[in-house]
């Protein structure tokens, strides 16, 4: 655009129908707050800024929302106190909008409009007229019609209760989001009276004062229902939900991803696949995940924040979490089902990681084995490690944290406990059943467990009778 852009967020309202302590805008879809996706929507179209207006629950609005300003766009913020109506809204952020620039008004409540949409809006605005988006609706009942001339220009917005027999039969109605220069929008909410059954200024009104004007008003015609579509209730938010997970994995198969079910995949965040992928149902995958070449996910995985490399297999009912620290799984590794890697979990190529074994904070280089019911937190475990069921590191001594060293080809037994910091010598086997305090040789078979005793004709106590 040869114009700056500058997007008015509405985000002042209270969302009864959501029956919520936590306001409408910050109500979750795909694991972020509704206005987050409006947020995300203005950066991609390189909007200058986004002031958005608040109200019922202002601070904790700001305070959620603040975090999300980056060096791609400024982020405003201006209340509404007491709400008196969109053309009320608007007017409280007049003062934060330059005259040079096109005001691009958007909903908090509304987080599926696509980017590409509001491109094509503004090329119709051209920094000169106001630009209404539109939606072709098959069953437009309740909703305002969308009157045009004989030339096409959008002549008048006509309420459903007003509008004749004539305008009943149009389609056409207005979605809420508009594009206009904003020195047009300064003297035409001067205007703005609240002279109606609500007693409210309503910044649909503008489009009767540029007809007035002489101003051309467009209409840019979509039918995609969902990138207009508001929350105003839970079932509506579960809709939506739906509606952006099937978009979202419509993608996916477009790009050659495998989904088992595409109505039984969620995404809330970002997902990178290579070829071959193939992803089994009831999945979820949170902030940044990456899928290498030939991956395959089993169904009922949590994956968040990860990097699972070439070839490798996620067993069904894992857990992977890598929070800020990420975790990292090597071509053709094997994990789960039913483990759980947490944060700074590194698994290297073809490290197997089975059945209720938690890794965190661990490297495991390539070719080692945790099978069975172990536990591996803040060790460096070396190639080819075979670890045994039930073996745990004791990395935590009631304040601090402390590093296990297990190297290269060592073989750990079953129910050992490695108390930390030690290091298990290269080629060491540990027997089963120790607790083991101090290093050990390298190539050393090392049994520290107290010796078994036997009590021939042992009675075990009794109760009493009577």
């Known amino acids: 655009m040869s114009f700056p852009v500058d997007v008015v967020i509405m985000a002042a309202g209270k969302g009864t ?49 603040a975090p999300l300003a980056s060096e791609q766009l400024a982020l405003n913020f201006v209340r509404q106190e007491p709400q008196l109506g969109t053309g009320h809204a608007v007017q409280q952020a007049l003062p934060a909008l330059a005259d040079d620039g096109i005001t691009l008004v958007l909903s908090g409540d509304v987080p599926l409009t696509r980017p590409e949409t509001l491109q094509a809006l503004l090329q119709v605005c051209a920094g000169e007229h106001l630009a209404l988006l539109t939606l072709e609706m098959a069953d437009p009942t309740g909703y305002g019609r969308i009157v045009r001339n004989v030339i096409g220009d959008v002549q008048a917005i006509v309420e459903h209760k007003d509008a004749t027999d004539e305008q009943h039969r149009i389609t056409e109605i207005y979605s809420g989001i508009m594009a206009l220069p904003t020195r047009l929008l300064r003297g035409w909410l001067a205007r703005l009276d609240n002279r109606n059954a609500q007693s409210e200024y309503y910044l649909t ?75 089994d149902v009831n999945c979820v995958f949170e902030g940044r995940v990456e899928l290498g070449e030939g991956v395959r996910i089993g169904a009922n995985c949590v994956i968040a924040n990860a990097t699972i490399g070439a070839g490798a297999v996620i067993h069904p009912f894992t857990h992977i979490d890598g929070e800020k620290a990420g975790v990292s799984v090597g071509a053709g590794a094997l994990v789960g089902p039913f483990a759980r890697l947490r944060p700074g979990a590194q698994l290297g190529r073809e490290v197997h990681v089975g059945n209720f074994v938690e890794v965190k904070n661990s490297v495991m280089a390539d070719g080692s084995k945790a099978n069975h019911l172990a536990y591996l937190g803040d060790a460096d475990v070396g190639e080819r490690v075979n670890y045994g069921a039930g073996s745990i590191t004791a990395n935590y001594d009631g304040a601090y944290k402390h590093r296990t060293v297990i190297e290269a080809d060592v073989h750990i037994g079953s129910n050992c406990v490695l108390v930390a910091p030690v290091t298990i010598g290269q080629g060491g086997t540990v027997g089963g059943g120790s607790t083991v305090t101090k290093d050990t040789p390298a190539g050393a078979l090392t049994v520290a467990r107290g010796k078994q005793l036997s009590v021939a004709n042992w009675q075990r106590p009794s109760k009493q009778k009577g």
Not at 19 to 29: C, D
Not at 45 to 51: E, K, N, P, S, T
Not at 211 to 227: E, M
């Open 205 to 279: 009104d503008v489009v009767k004062f540029a007809v007035a004007d002489g101003a051309r008003v467009l209409g840019h015609r979509i039918s995609d229902a969902v990138q207009v579509a508001g929350v105003n209730s839970p079932a509506q938010l579960a809709e939506l939900e739906r509606a952006y997970q099937r978009r979202c994995a419509d993608e996916l198969m477009v790009a050659g991803v495998r989904l088992a079910d595409p109505a039984r995949f969620d995404l809330r965040g970002t997902l990178v696949c290579g070829q071959d992928v193939e992803i």
């Open 17 to 65: 129908r959501m029956k919520s302590k936590t306001p409408k805008v910050l109500q979750r879809l795909a694991g972020r707050a509704l206005s987050a996706h409006v947020i995300d929507c203005a950066t991609r179209i390189a909007a200058r800024q986004a002031v958005v207006i608040t109200g019922h629950g202002a601070e904790q609005v700001e305070a959620a929302l």
